[in-house]
């Protein structure tokens, strides 16, 4: 008759083959690829509007690069640094806001592509970009069943994501843009606008809204939100801003965005490890 110790080591035995027989085999799965929607996902994400709009202006503007050899730039760039973020397994918050700060750029010269150097009025752009911001959500709920930012776990899922961000910033600006042409308000007013909207956004979303839809549309009224602020503080004093100029605007944001980038880095307070079919 086995003893009490040897009893025992039989029994962890046998859980440890059945938890052996049971675990999947092939590669390990993918984890999410994007951070966890906290407070510092969205103070980023205005910083990064911000600079996708002084900085496009400055580079555009200020350095005489002009409009199409600016956005072939910053396209490449972002080609670039999206297929470094698709070869990693998981979330990199360099790797990640780097991808969104060349994107937020990039949104933003497309629009202004067309409407600067196609002469495309600004009510047709905003029309085209959220009907093409519709057919891609339709795409991707149609293939994946989800569009939840949770489950970014696939490639298929991760270029979804990527398109949808691109197009809702080129949204942002369009609406931004046609908004500031039919109200004409100064750099400071036009804040509050995209604010509130966000705000209520925010109210329906504790009342019981879809997270979903609050989330997105969260993330394209936070374009046109950092785009006014960057007007206001790059504008100069005589037309209602704070006349710290596009590159001073620019530089502030980026170092602002590469200090909490660092700190989150180092705390992995935005990091999950969700991994595929957590939803």
Not at 53 to 59: G, P, Q, R, T
Not at 65 to 73: E, S
Not at 105 to 126: A, C, K, R
Not at 238 to 254: H, K, N, P, V
Request: charged share 15%.
């Amino acid at each position: 008759m086995p003893t009490e110790k040897e009893t025992l080591v039989n029994d962890e035995a046998s859980r440890l083959a059945e938890l052996t027989h049971s675990r999947p085999t092939g590669p390990r799965p993918a984890l999410n690829k994007v951070p966890e929607v906290t407070l510092f996902f969205w103070v980023i994400k205005i910083l990064c509007t911000t600079v996708g709009e002084s900085f496009a202006d400055y580079v555009n503007g200020s350095l005489g690069f002009g409009l199409t050899r600016t956005t072939l730039l910053f396209s490449a760039a972002l080609t670039a640094v999206l297929v470094t973020q698709f070869r990693r397994r998981r979330y990199v918050p360099g790797v990640y806001w780097l991808a969104v700060v060349l994107i937020s750029v990039v949104g933003t010269l497309l629009t202004d592509e067309l409407t600067d150097g196609q002469q495309v009025p600004l009510w047709i752009s905003t029309a085209v970009f959220a009907v093409l911001l519709s057919v891609v959500f339709a795409v991707w709920y149609a293939r994946e069943r989800t569009l939840s930012i949770h489950s970014i776990v696939t490639p298929g899922r991760e270029g979804f994501y990527w398109l949808a961000v691109l197009v809702t910033f080129a949204l942002g600006t369009a609406v931004g843009d046609w908004t500031l042409e039919l109200t004409g308000w100064g750099p400071g007013s036009s804040v509050l606008l995209p604010a509130g909207l966000i705000a209520a956004v925010f109210a329906a979303w504790k009342l019981g809204a879809g997270p979903v839809l609050s989330f997105w549309l969260a993330y394209v009224l936070t374009r046109p939100l950092g785009a006014n602020i960057g007007d206001f503080l790059a504008s100069s004093r005589d037309e209602g801003g704070l006349g710290m100029g596009t590159f001073g605007t620019s530089a502030l944001f980026l170092t602002a965005i590469v200090l909490i980038v660092a700190y989150l880095t180092k705390t992995r307070k935005d990091q999950t490890e969700r991994a595929y079919g957590a939803e």
